[in-house]
């Protein structure tokens, strides 16, 4: 058991806009509980002020820092670090190196909420944007990952909440109640624990 917990991939966890690595601190605490190796990234600037481009490059920095070329990876990437996350592994060679690939209530297809903010970020993940339409004509790439998407149908963050649906991959739908919520509720953590662990 001890030898197949050693073979186990380190799992890095990308955040949302607003937030840091902070965020996933209870998920962080639960995975490590089952024995598993977990990192967090600081994405800056947060606030959307950066393209997504910008900032997956700041991920693939992080991850040539800390981590073994040789070694393989689990993603998992939150709200906005779900589409981050996604340019890494379709655009700059993340492909290579990701396993497992989870993304939690992250806007595929672009949240309303997005009109809120003139950042260039912000307008990245607005529905129809240049940056997810190039992003989705591809999205196929993911079938050469193991990859989930995980979602709630009562998210008033992403919306429409489906936006976080994917039509490749695994699907998982939790019925949270709030956006943030997804990272702290048993059903959430119990679910991104069970990806990880599945063949």
Known sequence: MNTGQ??????????????????FRKMSSYLKQQGRDVYDVDLVPNN???ALEELAQELVNHIKTNFNSDRALDLVGFSM???????????????KRVQKFITISSPHYGTWVAYLSQRRGAKQMRPGSAFLK??????????????????????????PANSSKMPVG???????LLHAWMLIDSRSLAAVAEVLSGG
């Not at 670090?81 to 492909?95: D, T």
């Open 170 to 176: 695994k699907e998982i739908v939790i019925p949270v």
């Open 81 to 95: 670090g779900g589409i981050v996350s996604r340019y890494y592994v379709q655009r700059l060679g993340g492909i």
């Open 134 to 159: 190039d992003l989705n004509q591809d999205m196929s790439i993911l079938k050469q990952v193991d990859y989930t998407s995980i979602w709630t149908p009562l998210d008033m963050m992403i919306v």
């Open 6 to 23: 050693k073979q186990r991939n380190p799992v890095l966890l990308v955040h949302g806009i607003w937030d840091t690595g902070k965020v």
């Open 48 to 50: 959307g002020d950066a």
